[in-house]
């Protein structure tokens, strides 16, 4: 079974900075590409960047786009995501999913294994 296990959470001051990884573990899991969703309470879980390793390519949701980076290691199924200028209303739980094959980058059916969530709490 595969596991991804996410760190790096924490409480920040409004435009300061936070490292998320996310690494999986257990069995070998080829992933076609791994993303990045958060859950704020009373809301749905939205997506918010995904890398896909074929080409390397990467995606982010408009509201983060210029001030998160996604990035990894497609051999270790590794993924991080640099989060800078931090708003108040980036507080949520941040998830990280792989996806075992090509799909939809933004939809939360596009992936196979979640991890349990790390805590981001924004003060103002």
């Known amino acids: 079974q595969v596991q991804l296990v996410e760190s790096g959470g924490g409480l920040v001051q409004a435009g300061g900075s936070l490292r998320l990884s996310c690494a999986a573990s257990g069995r070998t899991f080829s992933s076609y590409g791994m993303a990045w969703f958060r859950q704020a309470p009373g809301k749905e879980r939205e997506f918010v960047a995904a890398v896909t390793w074929g080409r390397g390519s990467t995606y982010y949701a408009d509201s983060v786009k210029g001030r998160f980076t996604i990035s990894g290691d497609n051999v270790k199924n590794t993924v991080y995501l640099q989060m800078n200028s931090l708003k108040p209303e980036d507080t949520a739980v941040y998830y990280c999913?792989?996806?075992?094959?090509?799909?939809?980058?933004?939809?939360?059916?596009?992936?196979?294994?979640w991890g349990q969530g790390t805590q981001v709490t924004v003060s103002s």
């Open positions: 999913a792989g996806a075992q094959f090509r799909s939809t980058y933004y939809l939360r059916s596009s992936y196979d294994v």
